[in-house]
């Protein structure tokens, strides 16, 4: 299997999609042909570990790594650093839903599924294209991917990871996340800014010739772990098939009904693997877009115009999500398209200059014909939250429930009767101050911080705070770097000097 790019250029292998992220011509790399599952394999994967199910997946989408490559990196990806040996278990939410748990891993969010196994795929791809140079991963975060991408690359050989956050920017669990990373190939540093400041001095950095020329010297290589990369995204699309899998296991489907996914959605990666393990064979019935009050893609589904001109920006209570240029969407509209590269560069060019596009109606059609979408309001999530944990006993974050919202409306307007998934994306103590708000009101938290808010959940559900976030408060803090907006570049060469 081959890999190009969204916006008409040349195939590549995926190591090589792998290694550098981006396309040449600025396109996202996708399939050049996607492998094909038969209904018996997929019913192969039944009896299979999570890990086994990986092997078997992953062996379609990177042929150009050996059994024994995917192997040992899936080992190391999936092993004790979480925290059950499903990985990603399926529970069951009343009659009307599957809760896909993908937070059982170090840092209690999706992005570990993906960013556990990228710094294997990457050192590996950068050995099969002869880079000796050790691979120097810079990242912005506003919260979650910082310390997942720490957790990723800490002590993998071969690697460096230095995170940048907003200083007073992220929450107080989020910063002793991430300052408490150990390893020696871990740096944080706090940028006196907003996590825009930081986004734009990180993109600066990289377009520095000057910087990369240092950086060399030093024997290293600039990479990003941003999820446009491809691999982030094959990670993702192993628990759909995993999930399709403990379903039949479970005997609540039959071999070849169809599955309907609900996917709490930001940077629309998630979402995606989805609808290319569908396009790999999977029998998946209805992809349903679940947003927040940023609900960008939930109006583009309905429609077909992508419009971000006169929207405001909401800083909601699933910050994850909050996000109003989606770019994992580029390689949807690529298979809209008809894989019309052109087409694509004309869409995104027009987005830039005029913050908005519209697609065909042919796009369109096919656009619902495999979507749908919905929002969910502040009040309504916190509902949400309230009411799953009263009618099916089953608590859930603040992203889960964007999506267990969207999902209850979608079956009620529609009367779709499939088997259906909710891909859950947070630990409930991940989000705990919110959470405890919607379940006890606003009053329970009043005087708390994050930790005291988890301490009093945990007391009202009997339900156990997580030791990633119980343990924090006693943790050293081994980063105190601090730097200004302007002068981030600096702050990246004193760390690794
Ligand atoms: C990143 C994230 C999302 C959004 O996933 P995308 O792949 O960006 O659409 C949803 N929930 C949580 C908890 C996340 O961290």
């Not at 996340?177 to 020696?184: C, F, H, L």
């Not at 540093?189 to 600066?204: L, S, W, Y």
């Not at 989000?431 to 009101?441: M, P």
């Amino acid at each position: 299997m081959q890999m190009k790019s969204t916006r008409g250029g040349l195939a590549v292998s995926p190591s090589m999609a792998i290694l550098r992220g981006l396309a040449p011509d600025g396109g996202l790399y996708v399939p050049a042909q996607f492998p094909s599952f038969t209904g018996e394999e997929i019913a192969a994967l039944v009896p299979m570990t999570y890990q086994q199910r990986a092997a078997f997946v992953l062996s379609r989408f990177l042929p150009d790594f050996t059994a024994e490559e995917l192997e040992n990196a899936i080992a190391g990806a999936y092993g004790t650093g979480f925290d059950c040996e499903a990985v990603a278990p399926m529970v069951k939410v009343g009659a009307r839903a599957h809760s896909l748990e993908l937070w059982h891993g170090p840092t209690l969010a999706f992005k570990d599924m993906a960013l556990q196994l990228l710094p294997y795929l990457l050192t590996m791809s950068g050995k099969k294209h002869g880079e000796t140079r050790e691979v120097f991963i810079l990242v912005a975060t506003s919260g979650d991917t910082g310390k997942a991408a720490l957790e990723g690359f800490l002590d993998v050989p071969g690697t460096r990871c230095c995170v940048f956050y907003p200083n007073g920017g992220v929450s107080q669990a989020q910063r002793l996340q991430m300052v408490t990373t150990g390893g020696s190939n871990t740096h944080v540093i706090a940028v006196n800014g907003n996590f825009d400041d930081a986004q734009t001095g990180v993109k600066r950095i990289f377009s520095d010739p000057a910087f990369a020329a240092e950086i060399d010297r030093q024997g290293r290589v600039l990479s990003s772990a941003n999820s446009i990369n491809f691999g982030r995204l094959v990670p993702q699309i192993v628990y759909y098939f995993s999930a399709y899998a403990d379903l039949l296991k479970a005997g609540e489907i039959a071999m070849g009904d169809e599955v309907n996914f609900c996917v709490p959605t930001g940077n629309f990666g998630d979402i995606l693997a989805a609808d290319y393990a569908k396009k790999a064979g999977l029998p998946v019935g209805r992809l349903i877009c679940a947003s927040n009050d940023n609900n960008v893609l939930a109006d583009f589904i309905e429609t077909g115009v992508y419009d971000i001109r006169s929207r405001a920006f909401f800083k909601t209570i699933s910050p994850s999500m909050d996000i109003l240029i989606s770019s994992n969407l580029e390689r949807l509209l690529f298979d809209l398209a008809g894989e019309d590269g052109a087409k694509v560069a004309s869409l995104m060019e027009q987005l830039k200059a005029e913050k908005k596009y519209q697609i065909t109606d042919a796009m369109l059609k096919s656009l619902q014909a495999r979507y749908a979408a919905g929002y969910v309001s502040e009040a309504g999530i916190r509902e949400e939250i309230a009411r799953t944990w009263k009618e099916d006993g089953y608590l859930m974050d603040t992203h889960t429930a964007v999506a267990s919202a969207v999902l209850r409306d979608y079956q009620e307007k529609t009367g779709d009767k499939r088997a259906s998934v909710i891909v859950s994306t947070a630990s409930p103590y991940k989000f705990g101050a919110s959470v405890l708000e919607a379940i006890a009101g606003s009053d329970a938290c009043e005087g708390k911080d994050d930790f005291a808010c988890c301490a009093l959940l945990s007391e009202l559900t009997g339900t156990s705070v997580p030791p990633q976030i119980a343990d924090l408060p006693d943790m050293p803090v081994r980063h105190s770097a601090v730097c200004e907006k302007d002068a981030m570049d600096g702050a990246v060469l004193d760390a690794v000097r």
